[in-house]
């Protein structure tokens, strides 16, 4: 298992479009997350899986922004009619419910840039 | 609302030396609590972590202390190397909400200078 993988690593799109991403998470894992982050911040959680059903959404998490994860394996972020504001590095993280504590890890990030 | 800081955006830290970074919350039901680095172009890379109920925690060159009262964490890292050169996020994650969503801090960029 090489990790968490996001699909695409950049993606450019027109202000108005649509853009949607994929994460594998790690085979085993259970729980799934989207984060994002923009340039000096740190990461911001958007939303979480586990399994396949969507437990918690952030507020930031917009009407223009949907999750799904689909027989709680891979998961795909869909972004419709994209804002400048939108412009920013979405990171996909799972984890494996063991206990109360466990670390999450990261996929390499898709990188959204809307011109 | 940051609930999670790290108010030092930067550090430089001679090769060989100990490098401390610092961590500050506000949540007083955060209860664990971990630390990533994280190389431009990659995503964060787990590090080392910390439950609530423990003050310390290492490994090999890595210790996380916490101190609960302080609402403080920090990271140590001895003997720092050329390559722990990267950007440092401390996270806090409240497990009781059953989530375990993190609250990432701003970062703190390390630069090991050989």
């Known amino acids: 298992d090489t990790g968490v993988s996001q699909n695409p690593r950049h993606k450019i799109t027109k202000r108005g479009q649509n853009v949607t991403f994929r994460c594998d998470p790690i085979s085993e894992h259970n729980r799934l997350y989207w984060y994002r982050q923009t340039l000096g911040q740190g990461p911001e959680f958007l939303t979480y899986?586990?399994?396949?059903?969507?437990?918690?959404k952030s507020r930031l998490l917009s009407d223009r922004f949907s999750a799904e994860r689909p027989k709680g394996s891979f998961s795909t972020l869909e972004i419709q009619r994209t804002e400048q504001g939108d412009s920013a590095m979405y990171l996909c993280?799972?984890?494996?419910?063991?206990?109360?504590?466990?670390?999450?890890?990261f996929g390499q990030g898709t990188r959204l840039t809307v011109v | 609302d940051q609930q999670v800081k790290q108010n030092s955006p930067s550090l430089s830290v001679q090769e060989g030396r100990i490098s401390i970074l610092n961590c500050d919350y506000t949540?007083?039901?955060?209860?664990?609590f971990l630390w990533y680095k994280k190389y431009p172009a990659e995503g964060p890379t787990f590090l080392i972590s910390?439950?609530?109920?423990?003050d310390k925690n290492e490994d090999g060159r890595f210790t996380v202390f916490l101190n609960k009262s302080a609402k403080h964490l920090s990271l140590h890292i001895v003997p720092s190397q050329p390559g722990d050169s990267a950007v440092y996020f401390c996270?806090?994650?409240?497990?009781?909400?059953?989530?375990?969503?993190?609250?990432f801090g701003t970062g703190t960029r390390l630069k090991v200078l050989a």
């Open positions: 996270a806090a994650s409240r497990t009781t909400s059953g989530t375990y969503k993190y609250i």
């Open positions: 910390i439950s609530s109920i423990k």
């Open positions: 899986f586990q399994n396949e059903a969507q437990l918690e």
């Open positions: 949540n007083s039901m955060f209860d664990y």
């Open positions: 993280a799972s984890s494996f419910l063991q206990g109360a504590e466990t670390e999450a890890f």
